[in-house]
């Protein structure tokens, strides 16, 4: 039901959506006045014809840059008409080549897109032009971007949007180039292991507010390149792997071996060490931030990816500490250009500087920020201290991110973090039994997720609220007679 006031035009089509060669019953009520002393009653049938438009034709087609250079942390697309009939609206949907094969083993590339996003009127316009629609998306360097469009002609008639239509497109950004080297004695000697302290607190929802439990440890390791991998796999390993042979595996282990070089390439050359470990888990959900590396995952019976690249995206808890010429260090975050905290769990994990003001994950126009550091003239104690905007003390925390809110995932880090050098073995992260729950506290942005370029990219698409619905073939509109037997039936059937 419907409430309009005043002399209104109803397109029923924004509402509702109508067969065609169907008969319609509309039904109005209009009220005189707000009590409803007054009321007039209306009752319009009318039928729908048969559609006679063909349906359009969108192409998508990847494209470089426009208006310069590529840019790593971009990718671009045309979107155009290429049919005989005028688009008259359009949706699509925009996300990462691995995530679009997790949601195509359960939904549609057509019904992924209908709930995907919308293109403006000024957008479609363009579709329609000779030209075009060049759009742009933010990506992680290195990684593919799949586009699919959903468009509608004047009849509300889709597009063919299935696996080969020339509506779904890919483009792979270029990597990010190598940061001018340093050579400094830090990335040996911070490589190891180390016990990472901080003060936490847990919240608790039956009586309100966050509970502090005071400073707990965890155990982090410091990597210059993770190479904990072998040569060659270790007999059981093959049995993980059902239905392919020996030589099979063998040729999927070397090209995880490459890319673990690859990926340790990468993070040098941005003058990164990696450190795995991060965050402090409840106690209803202990392993939460369990540490596993690349190769930890590829020998996990209980863990699937799209390819062995997304290995390196999802092992984690992982974060960085950067070493600048000048001997500086700090540990810097992005949530939209560097690979999360982690991806291998319930949640992707994300960086992330927190308060209870709010959190920031990406500084200016998709910039990185940093947390700074300090490491002791004996190597032997690293702090990392919080990102401070507008006299804040945000503190490094883990976080889920939806919609615009951070959902905190574990136990709230307030202080700064004090890793030592060796692991004594004894970690410390229980929680009261007081807080038995797990941490999904929300909160905004602090600094209006900062995306202030001049012209906004578009957004992708979440693939986490996609649902799947099964379509009802035959449905049948029943009279209130016959409903009140089927009724009747039931409640004789219950007794």
Not at 385 to 395: A, D, I, R
Request: aromatic fraction near 14%.
């Amino acid at each position: 039901m419907r409430t309009f006031q005043g002399n209104v035009e109803i397109n029923l089509t924004d509402y509702l959506y109508l067969q065609e060669q169907s008969h319609y019953h509309v039904l109005l009520t209009a009220m005189g006045d707000k009590e409803g002393t007054t009321q007039s009653f209306q009752h319009i049938e009318f039928n729908t014809t048969e559609k006679t438009m063909e349906p359009p034709v969108v192409t998508v087609t990847p494209i470089d840059n426009p208006n310069g250079p590529n840019d790593p942390f971009e990718v671009w697309f045309n979107v155009r008409n290429t049919g005989n009939v005028d688009v008259v609206s359009a949706r699509y949907a925009a996300n990462y080549e691995r995530d679009w094969a997790a949601a195509l083993q359960y939904m549609s590339y057509a019904d992924i897109a209908a709930s995907g996003n919308a293109f403006s009127e000024a957008e479609v316009a363009q579709i329609n032009t000779a030209e075009g629609l060049n759009i742009r998306f933010t990506t992680i360097d290195g990684m593919t971007t799949r586009l699919a469009v959903l468009a509608y002609n004047l009849e509300q008639t889709p597009n063919v949007l299935e696996e080969g239509s020339p509506a779904i497109a890919d483009n792979t950004s270029d990597y990010m180039p190598d940061a001018e080297r340093v050579e400094s004695e830090l990335f040996s000697a911070l490589e190891g292991e180390w016990t990472m302290t901080a003060n936490v607190a847990s919240y608790d929802y039956y009586q309100g507010g966050y509970v502090d439990e005071g400073a707990q440890s965890i155990k982090v390791t410091v990597y210059d390149g993770i190479n904990d991998y072998p040569e060659t796999l270790p007999s059981e390993v093959y049995e993980y792997y059902a239905g392919m042979s020996k030589e099979e595996v063998d040729a999927l282990y070397d090209e995880f071996k490459m890319e673990a070089e690859a990926f340790n390439a990468r993070v040098r050359g941005q003058n990164r060490l990696i450190c795995l470990g991060f965050g402090y888990s409840t106690a209803d959900y202990p392993a939460t931030f369990e540490t596993i590396t690349p190769y930890e995952l590829f020998c996990n019976p209980d863990y699937s990816s799209y390819d062995v690249a997304s290995l390196f995206y999802d092992f984690g808890p992982k974060w960085y500490l950067q070493i600048e010429a000048d001997g500086s260090v700090s540990a810097p975050f992005n949530s939209a250009r560097m690979y999360p905290l982690q991806a291998w769990t319930d949640n992707i994990y994300y960086l992330a500087g927190f308060s209870d003001a709010g959190y920031v994950s990406v500084g200016e126009n998709n910039s990185n920020i940093e947390f700074p550091v300090e490491v002791s003239s004996d190597r032997n104690t690293i702090t990392v201290n919080p990102y401070v905007l507008s006299g804040e003390n945000l503190y490094p925390n883990a976080v889920y991110l939806n919609y615009g809110y951070a959902y905190l995932g574990g136990k709230k880090i307030t202080s700064s973090l004090s890793l030592t050098k060796g692991w004594t073995g004894n970690a410390s992260s229980e929680a009261s039994a007081a807080t038995g729950k797990k941490s999904t506290v929300k909160v905004q942005s602090a600094n209006g997720a900062a995306l202030t370029t001049d012209v906004r990219p578009k957004s992708r698409t979440s693939f986490r609220t996609a649902r799947q619905y099964q379509k009802v073939d035959d449905f049948k509109i029943v009279s209130p007679e016959e409903f009140q037997e089927n009724l009747k039936a039931f409640q004789n059937s219950s007794k």
